[in-house]
């Protein structure tokens, strides 16, 4: 089985801080790891991934995210937070190794960044 | 431009009815996904299909049903709705040549059954 868990239901970070959103994983073999972001009545849009290679994955709007195997994390993360990036993140795995072919997505962390 | 469309955006209706919601995809994915989201809260996977001809059912049970006869068209029934069917449905798309198989969303479709 594979799973996902975003321990914050919400971060709050003040505009041009740093900001972190955390993701651990649990997955049978290797990891395809991705975040999602949604603004308010929206779909789901798709930040970055990680596949393989260099632990940190660059993506869209300044994000970027670190891989960490032996800790099963994926951290989103951005140096300076903008007000337009409080928005519901998502982060989602898949294994490369077994049968299941879709993905599973974690319950999501509500950033709220403060002018 | 290649991009994946949900018709109605908002759709209010009685219980009883049929309704169907619409999914379209021109970036010519073979797999399609349904989800089934809260507001604010989680999706939960209800269909999935990997080409023509193929659907299964996912993880959260769920009374509506899919059809997937052309490839870039992947519609959900619902034959009778009810207000617990109340929820935002998001439609995704997929390429399994890419190897990973990144997701790519439509807007989704906010259901409001009375």
């Known amino acids: 089985a594979q799973s996902v868990a975003q321990p914050e239901d919400q971060v709050n970070v003040a505009e041009g801080n740093p900001l972190t959103v955390k993701c651990t994983y649990s997955v049978s073999g290797n990891p395809y790891l991705f975040w999602y972001v949604q603004y308010p009545n929206r779909g789901l849009q798709f930040l970055l991934k990680?596949?393989?290679?260099?632990?940190l994955v660059k993506g869209s709007y300044g994000f970027e995210a670190e891989f960490n195997k032996s800790q099963t994390s994926f951290h989103l993360k951005k140096p300076s937070a903008l007000v337009s990036d409080s928005a519901l993140y998502f982060c989602a795995v898949r294994s490369l190794d077994t049968g299941r072919r879709a993905l599973t997505f974690g319950s999501g962390t509500r950033l709220q960044v403060q002018p | 431009e290649a991009d994946i469309y949900q018709t109605p955006r908002y759709l209010v209706i009685g219980t009883g009815k049929k309704i169907t919601l619409e999914c379209s995809q021109t970036?010519?994915?073979?797999?399609m996904y349904w989800y089934q989201q809260d507001p604010g809260m989680e999706l939960h996977l209800i269909h999935y299909s990997y080409g023509v001809n193929s659907t299964e059912k996912g993880d959260l049970s769920s009374e509506s049903t899919v059809s997937r006869i052309r490839t870039e068209h992947f519609p959900l029934t619902l034959e009778s709705a009810r207000p617990s069917h109340t929820s935002q449905y998001l439609c995704?798309?997929?390429?399994?040549?890419?190897?990973?198989?990144?997701?790519?969303f439509g807007p989704g479709t906010r259901l409001l059954v009375l």
């Open positions: 970036m010519g994915h073979d797999k």
């Open positions: 990680y596949i393989t290679g260099d632990n």
């Open positions: 995704a798309s997929s390429d399994s040549g890419t190897g990973e198989e990144t997701q790519y």
